[in-house]
């Protein structure tokens, strides 16, 4: 009868879970809603002084979370070499996820980051001060949203509106996507139609943003599906496209040919330089497993190395479009590609309680590829003279 009675009450206990858990994930879980606020064409940008330049140097930064950090040490690093800031150097920035949030956040007026943040250095250092101050609150989560999510299983895994309100705060509310100082284009994921949608500051498709509001866009760009909630910005009209946004990591995690064939279009007849800028990217597990292992593993063993694969593929074939560009254009295209894995110690993207390590990463990258950086500091000072 003892049984009988602790069987009962294990059963109801878990039905109550259940039920808790069930309304939780439908109806309490967070949304980040913004009113749509389209951009009148008064405040249009265009980039006449590109129709000066000979060659456009175009900066690309790779998603990845806390592994952001990164590119960031190799920026900083660059930015030493060459003698200037970073947002000098480079005339067209772009990023998906993280990146998106560093080639904002290198464009960000001068005079609001005085004013905020006082004698801050140069902005790669702030920015590096900023995710190392950030990751923590970003990426940890109440005890009862881990647990009636299943760590993410059921709904977005960390809060959004942690993210909504970093952004906020440091981007602060009246700083619009066009007052960036140069040309930035941000990815972000149409989810109504599966298609990467650019949001660009420059040109006539500044009209067709959702928003003028920088903190806005960069939160709609950074959500990472199944990590923060997507953003909705609020229409009185019936049709969902260009609404509903998130990360485009899951699509483009290099968006490379994509902003690349854009700047082209608009401003041809112009040498193009890109350096792009990878995250770090995650062993593969099965490296370092035997067949008798391998053989066994079903869907949850691969998942790990299935999204690895898939992030690498999706590098692999932005170098393959930019080998083929240049072997058509020698004398028009140049680019350099700077990555490096993850291992000893691995972090993964989330991993703040380990982004210390990052700096190691970051600098055995330096070292590996010592020759390529050489080329790229030097041809950055010639372009930029």
Do not use: C
């Not at 949030?101 to 007026?109: Q, R, W, Y």
């Amino acid at each position: 009868m003892k049984a009988w009675r602790l069987t009962i009450i294990f059963a109801l206990l878990t039905l109550t879970f259940g039920i808790i858990a069930y309304v939780y994930n439908h109806h309490f879980t967070e949304k980040t809603q913004f009113y749509r606020t389209p951009v009148t064409e008064e405040i249009i940008i265009n980039e006449t002084r590109f129709k000066e330049k000979e060659t456009i140097n175009i900066l690309i930064l790779d998603g990845g979370g806390v592994r952001g950090l990164i590119p960031l040490y190799v920026l900083q690093y660059i930015e030493q070499q060459v003698g200037k800031p970073i947002n000098e150097i480079f005339d067209v920035f772009s990023g998906v996820s993280t990146g998106a949030i560093i080639a904002t956040g290198l464009n960000v007026p001068v005079k609001q980051l005085s004013d905020k943040y006082g004698d801050y250095g140069s902005k790669v250092d702030l920015l590096i001060k900023l995710y190392k101050s950030e990751s923590k609150y970003l990426f940890t989560t109440p005890w009862y949203h881990k647990l009636l999510t299943g760590a993410g299983m059921f709904s977005p895994k960390f809060m959004g509106d942690r993210l909504h309100q970093v952004m906020k705060f440091h981007y602060t509310e009246d700083l619009k996507f066009t007052e960036l100082e140069k040309y930035v284009i941000i990815p972000s994921l149409d989810i109504y139609t599966g298609q990467v949608h650019l949001f660009k500051n420059r040109g006539k498709e500044v009209a067709n943003l959702p928003s003028n509001s920088l903190y806005q866009l960069v939160t709609a760009a950074s959500s990472a599906e199944t990590i923060f909630p997507p953003v909705d910005f609020l229409s009185i009209k019936k049709d969902f496209r260009y609404r509903y946004f998130a990360d485009a990591g899951i699509s483009t995690n290099n968006p490379t040919s994509m902003v690349l064939l854009d700047i082209m279009e608009e401003f041809p007849n112009k040498k193009y330089y890109v350096l792009i800028l990878g995250s770090g990217t995650s062993p593969l597990s099965s490296a370092h497993t035997g067949y008798q292992e391998v053989k066994n593993w079903g869907q949850l063993r691969w998942m790990h190395d299935l999204i690895t694969d898939v992030q690498r593929s999706m590098d692999n074939q932005q170098l393959y479009t930019l080998k083929i560009a240049k072997l058509l254009s020698p004398d028009q295209i140049e680019y350099d590609y700077l990555n490096v894995k993850v291992v000893n110690p691995t972090v993964g993207i989330f991993d703040y309680e380990s982004m210390d390590s990052l700096k190691i990463h970051a600098d055995r990258l330096l070292k590996e590829n010592k020759n390529q950086i050489d080329q790229v500091i030097e041809h950055l000072k010639q372009r930029t003279d």
